[in-house]
């Protein structure tokens, strides 16, 4: 009898030999699952073609200076940079205007 608590059903046995022997083999419905995870993975991964709808209808500029007016984290520092690109912008356009 103590052996029998510590040993393993005959289910198990049988199972695993099952098991080793359809190891590789796809069942249909497994191969079903399998096709249909990957089409919804292609799916999910292809570069979506939305025809004439533009996604940005703002300029990056434009994104800046309304990021700038928010009250969101950082927003001082998106308009401190802004007015640093204005002023390096305006300078390289004095001096391309001298050397004209």
């Known amino acids: 009898m103590a052996g029998r608590l510590y040993s393993r059903p005959r289910l198990f046995h049988s199972a695993r030999r099952r098991a080793h022997r ?37 300029s990056e500029r434009q994104r800046d200076s309304a990021i700038a007016k928010s009250r969101l984290p950082g927003a001082g520092v998106v308009g401190k940079a802004l007015a640093v690109t204005d002023s390096t912008a305006a300078r390289a356009a004095r001096i391309d205007s001298l050397t004209r």
């Open 22 to 58: 359809t190891h590789g083999v796809l069942s249909p419905l497994r191969l079903l699952a399998v096709a249909g995870m990957l089409i919804l993975a292609l799916i999910a991964c292809s570069k979506h073609s939305g025809g004439d709808h533009d996604r940005s209808a703002l």
